[in-house]
């Protein structure tokens, strides 16, 4: 059990719609990350927050957006929801910058399924 | 642009014996590298990681070893058990080393045969 917990385990729905993933990181984390992974692929970064504010970007659709709350808590919105999107989408924490370099405690992910 | 690769997709081992893992990168300003092993239905765990100031790192069964001249990097487990069964993820920071803002390779499923 990485600490890290992840809001729902599996998720199905159709073309067009919005869904919210949360993700609570590990205790004393300030810092978490989204990825996601779509088949046959690695693990693609989307975003990072640290105590709130956001503080990197990756291949992040503008469909999609994402926040961290005053409790560390975050959540990864994903909206007009095409095919292509479903993916296991992974939270990440880390004590940052403190912490060992690169060394991410992952949650067990959402996975999401687009019809 | 794939940044990180892993060539090979799957890898069957016999248990007892060794495992190599392989990972190229391109980018040779990477500096710090990680390996994460995923099982089914879980997320990513860390492994072993190196910098790019050494060129070999242990930690019991697992060692990574760093190429910088051929961009190369690999993992040996010896010797491989059948819990070693898992999706094995080459990685490298961008930008800072010291950021979780990580580039995967694609993975390699290991499969260790009792």
């Known amino acids: 059990d990485s600490g890290v917990t992840q809001t729902p385990k599996h998720l199905i729905t159709a073309t067009g719609q919005r869904v919210t993933l949360r993700c609570s990181p590990r205790s004393g984390d300030l810092s978490v990350y989204w990825y996601q992974q779509s088949l046959d692929q690695g693990l693609q970064f989307l975003i990072q927050y640290y105590n709130g504010e956001e503080r990197a970007k990756g291949n992040i659709l503008e469909r999609f957006s994402a926040q961290q709350f005053p409790d560390l808590h975050s959540e990864l919105n994903l909206s007009s929801l095409e095919l292509g999107d479903s993916a296991l989408y992974f939270c990440?924490?880390?004590?940052?910058?403190?912490?060992?370099?690169?060394?991410?405690?992952f949650g067990e992910g959402s996975r999401l399924t687009v019809l | 642009d794939q940044q990180v690769k892993q060539n090979s997709p799957s890898l069957s081992v016999q248990e007892g014996r060794i495992s190599i893992l392989n990972c190229d990168y391109t980018n040779s300003m990477f500096d710090y590298f990680l390996w994460y092993k995923k099982y089914p239905a879980e997320g990513p765990t860390f492994l072993i990681s190196?910098?790019?100031?050494?060129d070999k790192n242990e930690d019991g069964r697992f060692t990574v070893f760093l190429n910088k001249s051929a961009k190369h990097l690999s993992l040996h487990i010896v010797p491989s058990q059948p819990g070693d069964s898992a999706v094995y993820f080459c990685a490298a920071p961008i930008g800072s080393s010291n950021t979780g803002k990580l580039i995967f390779g694609q993975g390699t499923t290991l499969q260790v045969k009792p």
């Open positions: 990440a924490s880390s004590v940052y910058p403190q912490g060992r370099t690169g060394e991410l405690f």
């Open positions: 190196i910098s790019s100031i050494k």
